[in-house]
């Protein structure tokens, strides 16, 4: 790691924890204040023409916007959060990121320096604080001496940007934010892209070249690769899948992205058919090989591979690296094979015919497509509507479709479409939500219109946390105990926070609705007002 060049510059350790953001290029940071935090929060007063401050209504949102803003744009997400409840209330949206593969960075305070681990009941006290987050996070760190905090700093974003992503923790004491040092800010030094061995490649380019029916599955660790993969898709006219947060990666208009797997069947077929697979960024869960299948499986962290399946070779590699060799690799071996364009559209005919059947709201699900451009960002929570999403929304570009990943958690959505909004205010940035879920998250409409972000936030209102009373409907005998749900006026709801707000009760009417909202350009709420569904669709 390269010093600053120059004379030591005496400032307070706050300062030098700003300064290190900015010499790492953070350019946002989420955020609610408090007494341990002031002198770290001076100092980016100080700074404010190069690190945007967000104040936002609850911690938990803190770490949403992090976490969207950083799958989005690609680069860490960051947030300063209180010491004990602040990290707490975080910890589901900091969970959230973990689950994703996201780099998140969370820097709270801590209780005074010499009180830790006292017990003395200071205010926002936690016993052991590195406790509540180790389980959720990569790398996880205590500082008490100014004079270390810009190399703690480096260390926490070398420790999420290296290898697989996910977030990691620091805490300041506030004597420690406030203390003088001389400490140099350091260079960051980019970690160099993790390679396959090239004798595997090798294997697998030939395995890959004989196939007679490959199969892509991209998952979220592949969104760096959806260049190389979109051209190895096209050398090799395979079919493809992807997971829920592998959408995107290769363009879901392209007839041979065939679908997104989910918790249903009609990708089975397209699965049993082929011959090798090559899984790339992805854990591979519930993707259902056999020991037919000869399995190539491509991701940076060694952990997942073979996880759920034993593959015929591994090989661990940065998604775009690996993808980079091994088409290289079958240039050399192999011609592009013939177009199979149309066989491929006949199959995605029959699954979209098949996800339209499963019930009313695939016809939403096409009216969202239908309303929204091709560069928008979406953020879907766990809702009926969203379930339907999953399997069946269409995604042109990478980054651009936000999900809780395995975590499921209720509520993240509008949150997280704030956060993608600010890494990419040119694009725009929808949420999906239900109605019960909307209101874990919609008091962040406060901080969309006092930070001027627009998005448009669409509540599926059908009165209750419908997948759970479809559940009590159908498999305990109607039997309906804490799923119907008393709502506001929404459209009144949104207009308080100064957003533009309306109902609708139809699907042309959400395609209407849409096309309002985008021209407005301003913060939104769409109520689409429906009855409650019949079917998961599963």
């Known amino acids: 790691m390269a010093e600053q060049v120059g004379a030591p510059r005496v400032r307070s350790g706050g300062s030098a924890v700003v300064e290190q953001l900015v010499r790492e290029g953070v350019e946002v940071v989420f955020g609610i204040p408090g007494v341990q935090l002031m002198a770290i929060l001076d100092s980016l007063h100080h700074r404010a023409g190069e690190i945007r401050y967000v104040t936002t209504r609850h911690e938990q949102a803190t770490a949403y916007m992090a976490d969207g803003y950083a799958r989005v744009s690609g680069r860490p997400g960051t947030t300063l959060v209180v010491p004990g409840p602040g990290v707490y209330n975080a910890g589901a949206g900091l969970a959230t990121a973990f689950a994703a593969s996201s780099p998140v960075l969370q820097i709270s305070g801590q209780i005074n320096r010499d009180a830790i681990g006292r017990g003395h009941s200071l205010p926002h006290e936690v016993h052991d604080q590195l406790d509540v987050v180790r389980p959720i996070t990569k790398h996880a760190e205590r500082v008490i001496d100014a004079d270390r905090l810009p190399a703690a700093v480096r260390r926490a974003l070398a420790a999420m940007t290296s290898g697989r992503p996910r977030p990691t923790h620091l805490e300041i004491p506030p004597e420690t934010m406030e203390e003088p040092t001389s400490a140099p800010v350091i260079d960051p030094v980019a970690s160099e892209p993790l390679r396959p061995d090239p004798e595997l490649v090798d294997r697998a380019a030939d395995l890959l070249a004989q196939a007679e029916h490959p199969l892509l599955v991209v998952g979220g660790g592949a969104h760096g690769a959806a260049g190389e993969l979109r051209e190895l898709q096209q050398h090799l006219q395979a079919a493809a899948i992807s997971t829920r947060e592998g959408k995107g990666v290769l363009d879901g208009r392209h007839p041979a992205m065939i679908g997104t797997l989910f918790v249903h069947q009609r990708l089975a077929s397209v699965i049993a058919d082929a011959d090798v697979v090559l899984a790339v960024g992805t854990r591979l869960q519930g993707v259902g090989l056999s020991d037919r299948h000869r399995l190539i499986h491509l991701d940076v962290d060694p952990n997942e591979i073979g996880r759920f399946t034993t593959p015929e070779i591994t090989l661990v590699a940065d998604a775009q690296a690996g993808v980079a060799d091994l088409q290289d690799a079958l240039r050399r071996i192999s011609d592009p094979k013939p177009d199979r364009t149309a066989h491929w559209r006949a199959v995605r005919e029959r699954v979209d015919a098949a996800h339209r059947a499963a019930g009313p709201q695939a016809a939403i699900v096409e009216a969202l497509r239908d309303g929204l451009p091709d560069d928008a960002v979406v953020a879907v929570d766990a809702t009926m509507v969203g379930y339907m999403c999953h399997m069946s929304f269409p995604v042109a570009h990478p980054r651009s479709y936000l999900t809780s990943s395995y975590m499921g958690t209720l509520g993240f959505a509008v949150n997280m479409a704030l956060g993608a909004k600010l890494a990419a205010p040119d694009r725009p940035a929808v949420s999906i939500s239900g109605d019960g879920g909307f209101l874990f998250g919609s008091n962040e409409l406060a901080t ?91």
């Not at 309906?480 to 309306?502: H, I, K, M, Q, W």
């Not at 009760?505 to 709420?525: K, S, Y």
């Open 448 to 538: 969309a219109v006092q930070h001027e972000i627009a998005g448009i936030h669409i509540v599926v209102n059908d009165g209750g946390y419908g997948n759970t009373r479809l559940d009590q409907q159908l498999n305990l005998g109607g039997r309906l105990l804490g799923t119907e749900l008393r709502n506001p006026d929404f459209v009144a709801y949104a207009e308080s926070f100064g957003c533009a707000a309306t109902r609708v009760t139809t699907n042309d009417g959400l395609r209407g609705a849409l096309a309002d909202m985008l021209a407005a350009d301003q913060p939104a709420v769409i109520e689409l007002a429906i009855d409650p569904l019949p079917t998961n669709a599963f």
